[in-house]
């Protein structure tokens, strides 16, 4: 039985899949092969780069494109060798060595590389094991090289050096066409040569590039091809909602959408039995379990927030805060999927946005006191949202100077412990869907709580920030027109707006208060902390 896929390239017998060639540009990637390029192809972590080359190998192999011999090397082995250029040339020969022997059946090109001694003139010896090999057969050698990126230094640019010397020796005496394939585009690069002390950027080192591609996220279609792989195979069915959900928490991030459909549908190992459809629900239990669970494609991601790069990007985004970021910060950021941009910047999708407020209150999060669920709960099951906002309150005089002065990410602090305290309450039965937009000054939650009978309680807690130069009434009014807005949207009638004010000169006593205000018919409660 085939299964989601949420390691490694695909395998066709055992995972289901969206084909790896149709998610690549193939009629594209074809033209540059034919007309002798060198190009990249880049994308997030775990986004199915592998699999495309794997598959792009096995079609030029393969005959029905015929007249190449096609190789895949990765070089991430020679991570390890960092600057020592000999010692990461050595692992490069390795995996070329595996390549040459086993895919295209060729003895005299592996025994070349396997017995090459690389720390003589260790910063030549890849163009002349390339130049062997592409001497070695009438057909023209098409090279792919993954990950690229997991180089440094003086190894990344030896590297890039000796393929920009190599390409005017193609397609007899050097590979026909190469694909470097990596999370960031090689323009991106800023490479810290030790030898030379000082930056080199990758364009500059790799200036023989024709063209970058980037691997795309699913499709709503291709998302909806994938769940129906396993429900023609098992008899399982999703309801539309369901696939809708899945489509709406991942925005399309292949890793995601697999690893969704695999905790859905395998949580226990083996698979669901058929029964009553898949729900809405059981997407949004799945997405905690994963979110909880801290999977390494999420782990990963959470790692990042610690770079000021990265930083310099997401802290105004959580915050609703104005860009303070360079072109180079948001390029990096975007590469590695954290974000996307439209109409503004954006978290690339809802399961990201969730993942990262967790990540940066873990701590708080874990000092706020477990909580009984008599205090905030109507008796009738609804969520009472006037007693957890005045709860905050009081929380909030007590504890926000202590935590937002050793937060990361002091500009969002406010907004942050309102979430964790939120979801340190609210999550353990309902669950809460975030927006974040860059320059709009504030942060959207919707609050929702499940009640007897299907039904659920859906509340909106707006948040805004009374800042330098602005009034508290100015704010005020701006918040409640945002806050009715997103009531529109959510479709609710329960509104509520929390206004941080945390200029120096105001005490608690001027900013803690509740007022109930009107705004075309809605009733929304404003808070002050």
């Known amino acids: 039985m085939r299964k989601f896929n949420t390691a490694g390239p695909?395998?066709?017998?055992?995972?289901?899949?969206?084909?790896?060639?149709?998610?690549?540009?193939?009629?594209?990637?074809?033209e540059l092969i034919r007309d002798e390029r060198y190009f990249v192809l880049h994308a997030p972590r775990q986004t199915g780069k592998t699999s495309a080359l794997l598959a792009l190998r096995g079609l030029l192999n393969g005959g029905s494109v015929g007249g190449y011999r096609c190789a895949y090397i990765n070089v991430e082995p020679a991570q390890t060798a960092r600057e020592d250029v000999g010692r990461a040339m050595g692992a490069i020969a390795?995996?070329?060595?595996?390549?040459?022997?086993?895919?295209?059946?060729?003895?005299?090109?592996?025994?070349?590389?396997?017995?090459?001694?690389?720390?003589?003139?260790?910063?030549?010896?890849l163009g002349n094991l390339l130049e062997r090999w592409a001497r070695a057969a009438r057909e023209p050698l098409v090279l792919l090289i993954d990950e690229i990126d997991a180089l440094?230094?003086?190894?990344?640019?030896?590297?890039?050096?000796?393929?920009?010397?190599?390409?005017?020796?193609?397609?007899?005496?050097?590979?026909?066409?190469?694909?470097?394939?990596?999370?960031?585009?090689?323009?991106?690069?800023?490479?810290?040569?030790?030898?030379?002390?000082?930056?080199?950027?990758?364009?500059?080192?790799?200036?023989?590039?024709?063209?970058?591609?980037?691997?795309?996220?699913?499709g709503r279609d291709e998302v909806r091809e994938l769940l129906g792989q396993h429900t023609a195979e098992t008899g399982q069915e999703f309801e539309p909602g369901a696939v809708q959900a899945v489509w709406e928490q991942t925005r399309g991030q292949p890793w995601l959408v697999n690893a969704l459909a695999l905790e859905m549908c395998f949580s226990a190992g083996a698979p669901r039995?058929?029964?009553?459809?898949?729900?809405?629900?059981?997407?949004f239990e799945a997405r905690e379990a994963l979110v909880r669970r801290r999977d390494t494609h999420l782990?990963?991601?959470?790692?990042?927030?610690?770079?000021?790069r990265v930083r310099r990007v997401i802290e105004p985004l959580l915050a609703g805060g104005d860009a303070g970021y360079t072109d180079r910060d948001f390029e990096y950021v975007r590469d590695l999927g954290l974000v996307a941009s439209g109409r503004t910047l954006r978290v690339a999708n809802p399961i990201y946005g969730e993942v990262l407020p967790r990540e940066l209150t873990w701590v708080l999060q874990h000092e706020i006191a477990p909580q009984e669920t008599a205090w905030y709960v109507h008796p009738h099951g609804g969520l009472d949202m006037d007693g957890l906002l005045a709860a905050f309150q009081d929380f909030f005089r007590q504890n926000s100077e202590h935590w937002i002065r050793r937060a990361q990410y002091t500009?969002?602090?406010?907004?942050?412990?309102?979430?964790?305290?939120?979801?340190?309450?609210?999550?353990?039965?309902?669950?809460?869907?975030?927006?974040?937009?860059?320059?709009?000054?504030?942060?959207?939650?919707?609050?929702?709580?499940?009640?007897?009978?299907?039904?659920?309680?859906?509340?909106?807690?707006?948040?805004?920030?009374?800042?330098?130069?602005?009034?508290?009434s100015r704010t005020i009014e701006e918040g409640l027109e945002q806050t009715k807005r997103y009531m529109d949207i959510s479709g609710t009638e329960a509104g509520h707006l929390v206004v941080f004010d945390m200029r120096p000169d105001r005490s608690w006593a001027e900013r803690i208060f509740r007022k109930d205000r009107d705004r075309q018919g809605a009733r929304i409660t404003v808070w002050g902390a």
């Open 152 to 218: 440094v230094g003086d190894t990344l640019v030896s590297v890039l050096r000796q393929l920009r010397a190599g390409h005017v020796r193609r397609p007899h005496g050097f590979p026909q066409s190469l694909v470097l394939c990596g999370v960031r585009d090689v323009r991106d690069y800023r490479i810290r040569a030790d030898s030379t002390k000082q930056v080199i950027a990758g364009g500059s080192a790799f200036n023989i590039k024709a063209k970058s591609l980037r691997m795309g996220d699913f």
């Open 411 to 472: 500009e969002a602090g406010p907004q942050l412990v309102l979430q964790a305290f939120l979801h340190r309450v609210v999550n353990a039965t309902g669950r809460i869907e975030r927006e974040y937009a860059l320059g709009s000054r504030r942060v959207d939650l919707l609050v929702v709580w499940p009640r007897s009978g299907g039904r659920e309680d859906r509340i909106v807690v707006e948040c805004k920030l009374v800042r330098k130069g602005r009034s508290l």
């Open 10 to 30: 695909i395998r066709p017998a055992l995972h289901y899949n969206v084909p790896p060639l149709e998610r690549l540009h193939l009629p594209e990637v074809l």
């Open 273 to 283: 039995k058929p029964g009553n459809p898949l729900s809405e629900s059981d997407v």
């Open 299 to 308: 782990d990963q991601l959470a790692d990042k927030l610690r770079e000021p």
């Open 94 to 125: 390795s995996q070329i060595a595996r390549e040459a022997r086993y895919t295209l059946n060729d003895s005299a090109t592996a025994e070349a590389a396997e017995t090459l001694d690389t720390n003589r003139r260790p910063d030549d010896v």
